[in-house]
């Protein structure tokens, strides 16, 4: 037996949440630096000087952990792809809606904090000071992670309506059944009689 678009769809659905789940992992672990530059008013330079430690050595991780980390966010593409390939008319908005937050991720990432990881080495921050780019790559960060909260929000609002869809759609069948039995009772009991009267007219 051969699978169904529907079994793709669940494929897709895995792979979207399994690899999101990942990803907000990886940038949740630069919390411990993050959190003091944005949310600690008593933050000190040390502070800084630690979190700017911390994205230098990011600078330096190894090729094939980059490569682990790329293939990663591309399964999860293709589980959107597997979405919004015969997306739910009713539903297409939240299919598209997730697909794009999770791009923007991976934007933002590219954009951010993978410029931002390159300056903390070569100390090349533009128009703004050190402690300001550092600021701005623990931002993008918290972004990352909001953006990457919304698809699996959306993830859980489409499995929650499928869900609830098929529970009403099962019980419209049930429904259907029993009305066609009762019809067909129905049909019995007035056929019955009829028999009866064309016994007696012999």
């Not at 530059?37 to 230098?56: D, G, M, S, W």
């Not at 790559?137 to 609830?164: C, D, K, P």
Request: neutral net charge.
């Amino acid at each position: 037996m051969g699978l169904t678009y529907k079994d793709f769809c669940a494929v897709g659905t895995a792979l979207i949440i399994g690899s999101t789940t990942f990803l907000m992992g990886i940038f949740f672990s630069n919390q411990p630096y993050d959190y003091n530059i944005l949310f600690n008013p008593a933050a000190t330079p040390e502070h800084f000087e630690n979190a700017l430690k911390h994205y230098q050595t990011l600078f330096y991780t190894a090729k094939p952990t980059l490569y682990m980390l790329g293939a990663v966010a591309i399964v999860g593409v293709i589980g959107s792809l597997i979405r919004v390939y015969k997306p739910n008319p009713d539903l297409q908005l939240f299919e598209y809606g997730s697909l794009a937050l999770y791009v923007l991720g991976i934007c933002v990432f590219l954009t951010n904090i993978k410029t931002g990881v390159e300056s903390a080495v070569y100390h090349n921050w533009g128009e703004v000071s050190e402690a300001q780019g550092i600021a701005v790559v623990a931002s993008s960060n918290i972004i990352i992670l909001i953006v990457f909260a919304g698809v699996l929000v959306l993830q859980g609002g489409l499995w929650y309506s499928t869900w609830e869809y098929e529970q009403r759609l099962d019980q419209w069948r049930k429904d259907q059944l029993k009305e066609s039995a009762a019809n067909q009772q129905k049909a019995e009991k007035t056929t019955e009689p009829a028999k009866t009267e064309s016994k007696k007219k012999k």
